[in-house]
């Protein structure tokens, strides 16, 4: 029993030693330490681990913190200005969370803010990025219009509008966006224009649902591509229904007897009686199967290279199933007393079949393309 309250003991103030940031401290780990002892603060103004890290601890932050700032503004780093403003903000974060808590504000009366610093260190991140982007277009490739664009936006998050970034964005941007003409889909005969119109509009929607504006990967009609003067893509996405067929009908007939013995009741309950039902039953099945495949190629339109080349296969069958029957209906089962209940349906239109059987083609080359292009965006 004393083992066990001299554990709970110790663990107990492991535990306080922790909230307090005690060992963050003694480890190095500065604004950790005192953050977590002005939290300890809130709840219990008078914990003396806590009070002894905040006022031993902000001290050793600040100083750390300028160290820090000086061997930053001293090296040849990139970006070191974005370096030294993400110390500043963790004093302010710091400073704030003190002047916010009676009790630590009690020790730490002044807690150090950066305004001033702050304000010039964003403008000078800013111009850091800016000059990157600036260099970066002078390659003058997509790849390193992406890289520019990236370094105009960090600029314009430190400061908003930052000199031309607005336009510098917008150069990048254009010059980094791969364009896309996705070809209309020819079919050999005017029966399934309709049905390949619908299955273009459907790849079509789910790429631009995929690839936003905002992104680097742009896709057109070639009516679009007409509209907006875009001559030269950079890409062709070229796809074409080959080897299919639609409607095929094939009709069975089966007949078989049915025949099941069934517990009668009697008036005399000490003998128990059967009866035999018989009956002929015809099952007709009706199968309409349609199917196909769609070649799907991807050309780099610069070089005229063939990047992707696939085909991808569909299919869909429709089927109906009824019977007729004589004789006693209770020799039927359940599942063909099922079928006798239904009757021949209408054949499904071309038109529908089609659709159905590109469901499948749909999923596996959307699927395709948003992995291809992915890279890309």
Not at 5 to 12: C, P, R, T
Not at 144 to 158: G, L, P, V
Not at 174 to 179: D, K
């Amino acid at each position: 029993m004393k083992k066990h309250i001299w554990f709970s003991a110790v663990l107990f103030i492991v535990i306080v030693a922790c909230s307090t940031g005690k060992k963050a401290l003694q480890k190095g780990d500065y604004f950790s330490a005192v953050s977590k002892a002005v939290e300890r603060l809130k709840s219990s103004p008078e914990n003396k681990n806590a009070i002894q890290v905040v006022s031993e601890g902000y001290p050793m932050t600040l100083e750390w913190t300028q160290e820090e700032m000086d061997l930053i503004m001293s090296s040849n780093n990139h970006f070191k200005w974005e370096q030294a403003i993400n110390l500043m903000q963790q004093v302010n974060q710091l400073s704030d969370q003190i002047r916010s808590t009676p009790a630590a504000r009690k020790i730490i009366s002044n807690p150090k803010t950066f305004t001033t610093e702050l304000n010039m260190a964003f403008e000078k991140a800013a111009e850091e990025r800016y000059k990157a982007g600036l260099a970066e277009m002078e390659i003058n490739t997509r790849e390193s219009a992406r890289r520019a664009f990236d370094h105009f936006s960090r600029a314009n998050q430190f400061v908003n509008n930052y000199k031309d970034t607005r336009q510098l964005l917008e150069e990048a941007k254009n010059l980094a966006t791969l364009r896309v003409v996705v070809e209309a889909i020819p079919v050999n005969t005017q029966r399934y224009k309709l049905s390949s119109e619908f299955f273009y509009n459907q790849v079509f929607e789910y790429l631009n649902n995929q690839f936003r504006p905002s992104g680097f990967v742009s896709f057109y009609t070639p009516a679009q591509a007409e509209k907006v003067g875009l001559n030269n893509a950079d890409f062709i996405v070229d796809m074409d229904f080959f080897d299919f067929s639609v409607g095929n009908l094939v009709h069975t007939e089966k007949e078989e007897n049915a025949e099941q013995t069934i517990k009668v009741e009697t008036r005399d309950t000490t003998r128990t009686e059967y009866k035999k039902y018989t009956a002929k039953l015809k099952t007709f099945s009706d199968q309409v199967i349609s199917g196909g495949n769609l070649r799907v190629r991807i050309i780099d339109n610069s070089t005229g290279k063939l990047m992707t080349d696939e085909l991808v296969p569909g299919s869909f069958t429709w089927v109906n199933q009824y019977a007729i029957f004589v004789g006693d209906k209770e020799a039927l089962n359940a599942a063909q007393l099922e079928l006798t209940k239904r009757r021949a349906l209408p054949l499904p239109a071309d038109q529908d079949l089609f659709i159905e059987f590109t469901k499948p083609i749909y999923t596996q080359v959307t699927q395709n393309l948003n992995r291809f292009f992915r890279k890309y965006n």
